[in-house]
């Protein structure tokens, strides 16, 4: 079945890093999927419904964690990554993943490459991240050592085979940097568990990068999905047990110097936003809460 239309131009590969991209190859089921998964305790059809009935009702399934309707939209993606890259990637282990295979096949002949302005600097507080970016001039060195190197080990792959070695032993010394290309296939629910991980501002760059290329395709496949994901995923704050013993604290605080916790909750409720309304409704019982 071929595409929708509005979703035919990511055919076309969204680059990504100097040489990646990401490629929609097909989907199935869409917002409306989700919504007769939802409903299908009552054989209600999506169709039935008014449209603002169907977003309200996504919006209620992933507001309140909700996995199984959006289990049933499915997508798959075709991505041209490093391998350093996909080594993160490949650790979402609830996608159906096949990669190109350099047993079979001679490695993808193109390297990941780092302009001298973007080399990152090891953070100071964070074992795992980057903060900053090292000098443009020693960038320079380090993008020349880098492009020497790569051209080095890619020119003794390339003698190993010529000389008749096996392509699964050949490949050993090839750098992370290489591209490697792969279908990847996932539902809906483990895909935005995937962009709320990756797309996160401590995730790593190029990760990150792929993620945001990803967003492009969700935002036009399932927009009333994408549109309560951003609400409440994206742009959502969790509070552990003692960080609302915390605000507790804080309420009481408020309360002992003569705030009136009716007005409070009021004034907390309209500045939200919402009218009235299921969400406005759970939003001023979790205010209440916190005056209990």
């Keep these: ?21 990401v490629q929609l190859i097909d989907c199935m089921g869409d917002d409306l999927a989700v919504v007769d998964a939802a409903r299908v305790s009552f054989f209600g059809k999506a169709e039935e419904h008014t449209d603002a009935a169907n977003r309200h009702l996504i919006r209620y399934l992933l507001r309140h964690r909700h ?22 990637w490949i650790r979402h282990r ?5 990669e190109s295979s350099t047993r079979y096949a001679p490695a993808i002949d193109s390297m990941d490459v780092t302009p001298p302005n973007e080399w990152r600097s090891q953070s100071s507080d964070n074992k795992q991240g980057s903060a900053g970016f090292v000098d443009p001039e ?18 003794v792959y390339e003698e190993r085979l010529e000389h008749g070695v096996a392509k699964e032993q050949a490949r050993k010394d090839l750098p992370l940097s290489t591209y490697t290309e792969a279908y990847w296939k996932i539902d809906l ?11 996160d501002p401590h995730a790593q760059l190029e990760i990150r990068l792929y993620a945001q290329a990803i967003a492009e395709i969700v935002k036009a496949w399932v927009p009333w999905t994408w549109e309560a994901f951003e609400d409440y995923r994206l742009g959502a704050m969790f509070f552990t047990r003692q960080e609302v013993t915390a605000l507790e604290d804080l309420m009481d605080r408020l309360l002992a110097n003569g705030y009136q916790a009716d007005k409070l909750v ?5 500045a939200s936003g919402l009218k009235n309304g299921r969400e406005l409704t759970e939003l001023t019982a979790k205010l209440r809460r916190l005056f209990e």
């Design 189 to 199: 629910h483990n895909l935005l568990h995937f962009l709320s991980l990756r797309l």
């Design 138 to 155: 020693v960038g320079k060195l380090l993008t020349a050592r880098e492009t020497y190197i790569q051209k080095e080990l890619r020119d």
């Design 94 to 98: 609830t996608a159906s993943v096949n």
């Design 266 to 270: 009021t004034n907390a409720a309209a």
């Design 67 to 88: 996995s199984t309707p959006f289990e049933m939209a499915e997508i798959k993606l075709r991505v041209r990554v490093p391998m350093d890259c996909w080594r993160q």
């Design 1 to 21: 079945m071929p595409l929708p239309t509005h979703l035919q131009r990511f055919t076309d590969p969204i680059p990504v890093l100097s040489d990646g991209h």
